[in-house]
């Protein structure tokens, strides 16, 4: 069913923390409606809104260390890439960053 996708481990564990913001988002609204307000981010938005926002430069971060992450590495003199995790950790710390100040 998943052949068509490289499932490695982090890929895996990415998708598994947005399925699990999604569903602990959903429980959230439930259990208390949000509502608008401003943060940084230039519009009033909601949990919702910084959610998407959110993920949204969270792959960002991780495509953009994706294309970056082989000159990265023959710059610094690594004998291999840097690993995925970091763009992982950075991405979710911008994440965190949106949804807490956006």
Not at 48 to 68: P, Q
Not at 75 to 91: H, N, R
């Amino acid at each position: 069913m998943f052949e068509w996708m490289a499932w490695t481990t982090p890929v895996a564990v990415f998708f598994s923390c947005i399925v699990l913001m999604l569903a602990g988002m959903t429980v959230w609204e439930i259990k208390s409606p949000t509502s608008m307000r401003k943060g940084f981010l230039p519009i009033e938005t909601t949990r919702g809104d910084r959610l998407f926002i959110g993920l949204l430069s969270a792959a960002y971060v991780n495509l953009a260390f994706i294309g970056v992450s082989g000159k990265l590495g023959a710059w610094m003199g690594l004998e291999a890439d840097p690993s995925i995790w970091i763009s992982f950790v950075i991405s979710m710390g911008v994440l965190a960053l949106i949804m807490h100040k956006g």
